[in-house]
């Protein structure tokens, strides 16, 4: 079985400009999430989507912004990047329907930098 | 705030030997609790769960400890080999509205398991 994908694998990025990553999520999951990894430091949540909704964000601005599709896959954009953009973004998908946690399974990631 | 957090950033143990990595966490809300292995370049990958009704879960060479008392968790490592050597890290979740699908990692423990 496929486990999560995401795309693509490594990014660099000039400050300023706009960035799209992709994750595919496991099939049968629905609910997918985002995560920012800066080196030496554990993921931080940024958002959790399900059935194509937002259904919890992180402290993050609103430079961050993602979307998830019918078929689940998902989208995290982030606009007018920073240096400190620099990071490891990791996407997880989960059985989570809303009533109990679930774990949840990460991708490989896309490293991102800015440069 | 929400915070999980690690005793000891560094493990160094000897191939054969059992291995503990400690973690503390300060969201009494927590409900839910897992144990990521990350290795260079990859993505977390989950090795075991404990749900706060539980004080004890073990899997395949692996024992989740919770002790809701004091707000620690230890994952054991039976019989360390190579193979293990990673960065292990631990996650929680709070119950309720939008925070079931939003883990809170701790910054790591780098395990390194010696021939």
């Known amino acids: 079985d496929a486990g999560v994908t995401q795309s693509p694998t490594h990014l660099i990025k000039t400050r300023g400009q706009q960035v799209t990553l992709r994750c595919s999520p496991i099939?049968?999951?629905?609910?997918v999430s985002w995560y920012q990894q800066v080196l030496g430091q554990g993921p931080q949540f940024i958002f959790q989507y399900y059935e194509k909704e937002e259904r919890g964000r992180g402290n993050f601005p609103d430079r961050f912004s993602a979307r998830q599709f019918p078929n689940y896959s998902s989208e995290l954009n982030v606009n007018a990047l920073l240096l400190g953009d620099s990071a490891l973004y990791l996407c997880?998908?989960?059985?989570?329907?809303?009533?109990?946690?679930?774990?949840?399974?990460f991708g490989p990631g896309t490293r991102l930098t800015v440069t | 705030g929400e915070s999980v957090g690690l005793h000891l950033p560094t493990l160094s143990v000897q191939e054969g030997d059992n291995s503990i990595i400690n973690c503390a966490y300060s969201?009494?809300?927590?409900?839910?609790f897992i144990w990521y292995k990350q290795e260079s370049g990859k993505g977390p990958q989950f090795i075991i769960d404990i749900r706060s009704n539980m004080d004890k879960r073990q899997g395949q060479r692996v024992t989740v400890l919770l002790n809701k008392t004091v707000k620690h968790l230890s994952l054991q490592i039976a019989a360390t080999q190579p193979g293990d050597s990673a960065v292990y890290f631990c996650a929680e979740n709070a119950a309720g509205g939008t925070s079931y699908g939003k883990l809170t990692f701790g910054q790591g423990t780098i395990l390194t398991v010696h021939p």
């Open positions: 969201n009494s809300a927590s409900d839910y």
């Open positions: 997880a998908s989960s059985l989570w329907s809303g009533a109990f946690s679930y774990e949840q399974y």
């Open positions: 099939s049968g999951h629905k609910s």
